[in-house]
Nanobody
Framework: QVQLVESGGGLVQAGGSLRLSCAAS????????MAWYRQAPGKQRELVAH???????NYADSVQGRFTISRDNSKNTVYLQMSSLEPEDTGVYYC???????????????WGQGTQVTVSS
């Protein structure tokens, strides 16, 4: 039983900043990758940023240079620092993690419940 719980969303003006956090809890042997996705109204969910177990990061072109993903393995937590926010960044942001729950378990995909980010113009 693994849970991902996001926090840090909210309403911000264009040009502002927000920091999202996602903490994983429960039966966790190892967290492989962690990522942030977002879904804008009427659009498909899209990958925003991804970080590997070794710290290698990848970003969507639309957020490159504005967003930074990081993780604290001691806290099983991933962060998304968002700066220079634009109205187009509005959406529900979801945390995702590939986790091995036990030594013998297969790696499984887990999702958080989502946190709303609204950027006003």
């Amino acid at each position: 039983q693994v849970q991902l719980v996001e926090s840090g969303g909210g309403l911000v003006q264009a040009g502002g900043s927000l920091r999202l956090s996602c903490a994983a809890s429960g039966s966790i042997f190892r967290i492989i990758t962690m990522a942030w996705y977002r879904q804008a109204p009427g659009k498909q969910r899209e990958l925003v940023a991804h970080i590997s177990s070794t710290g290698t990061t990848n970003y969507a072109d639309s957020v490159q240079g504005r967003f930074t993903i990081s993780r604290d393995n001691s806290k099983n937590t991933v962060y998304l620092q968002m700066s220079s926010l634009e109205p187009e960044d509005t959406g529900v942001y979801y945390c995702n993690a590939e986790i091995r729950a036990t030594w013998t378990a297969r790696v499984a995909d887990y999702w958080g419940q989502g946190t709303q980010v609204t950027v006003s113009s």
